[in-house]
């Protein structure tokens, strides 16, 4: 009988069981990558504002007395005044942005994100020819 050698490429590790690890490979790079690079943007961002305390209730020259009189009804109109003058003014401050090493550093992660899957891909067809020709030359 004549012995017949399988050729290299119509192994099954060739076309099922490589190509699949190169794309849980890629999956799981690209997936951490965009990880960090979103932990790297959110690290960036300020923190929550401190927000001064406002008085909700009434001033002291506005609360009623037992008789359901203003107590003094001309300084509760003025403060009053004061508080809607107040509340209409705004000030509007620019939202701190990031650096430039984290810029960079986010767009680098996000960057591997995009080509994970792609460059596992590469690999493997590399490794698959490097196999392949090293079955030749024997």
């Known amino acids: ?4 050698r399988e050729a290299p490429m119509d192994n099954i590790f060739f076309r099922l069981v490589l190509p699949l690890v190169a794309l849980i490979v890629g999956g799981y790079v690209a997936r951490h990558a965009f990880s960090e690079g979103m932990h790297t943007v959110i690290a960036s961002q300020p923190g929550p504002a401190a927000y001064e305390s406002t008085r ?3 001033s002291p020259a506005c609360q009623m007395e037992s008789n359901f009189q203003v107590r003094n ?10 508080s809607r003058e ?6 509007a401050k620019p939202p701190q942005g990031m650096s430039k090493a ?5 767009s680098g992660w996000f960057m591997l994100a995009a080509l994970a899957v ?7 067809a590399l490794f698959a020819f490097l ?6 030359t024997e």
């Open 56 to 58: 909700i209730g009434p």
């Open 102 to 106: 984290q810029s960079e550093t986010a």
């Open 118 to 124: 792609p460059l596992s891909l590469g690999a493997a």
């Open 86 to 91: 107040e509340s209409l003014v705004f000030h």
């Open 1 to 4: 009988m004549i012995a017949v």
């Open 73 to 82: 009804p001309l300084q509760c109109q003025m403060e009053m005044r004061a």
């Open 131 to 136: 196999l392949f020709y090293a079955a030749r």
